[in-house]
């Protein structure tokens, strides 16, 4: 049984920092692409960032390029979202995505507050 289970979000003030984590079961978690996606309250779900299977290789949203870093660990079949200089309208439900081209597996998501 396939799964994709974030955690880590929560509330957090501007110029904060978070860690997501999305633990997966059930496939050969090294052999597929992982990224983070978010959707925010009356808005079409974007790409936030994206890594290789090895993780040789990342690209970010531009939103996001140099506050976000993606980052896997294949021994321990997770991937991270690590989020600095957090702003307003980084607020959104962050989704991890497995991809291959078989097909794509998601996680349920993770709710990201950024408020005072």
């Known amino acids: 049984q396939v799964q994709l289970v974030e955690s880590g979000g929560g509330l957090v003030q501007p110029g904060g920092s978070l860690r997501l984590s999305c633990a997966a079961s059930g496939f050969t978690f090294s052999s597929y692409a992982m990224s983070w996606y978010r959707q925010a309250p009356g808005k079409e779900r974007e790409l936030v960032a994206a890594i290789t299977s090895a993780g040789g290789f990342t690209n970010y949203a531009d939103s996001v390029k140099g506050r976000f870093t993606i980052s896997r660990d294949n021994a321990k079949n997770t991937v991270y979202l690590q989020m600095n200089s957090l702003k307003p309208e980084d607020t959104a439900v962050y989704f991890c995505?497995?991809?291959?081209?078989?097909?794509?597996?998601w996680g349920q998501g993770t709710q990201v507050t950024v408020s005072l």
């Open positions: 995505k497995a991809s291959r081209g078989s097909g794509d597996y």
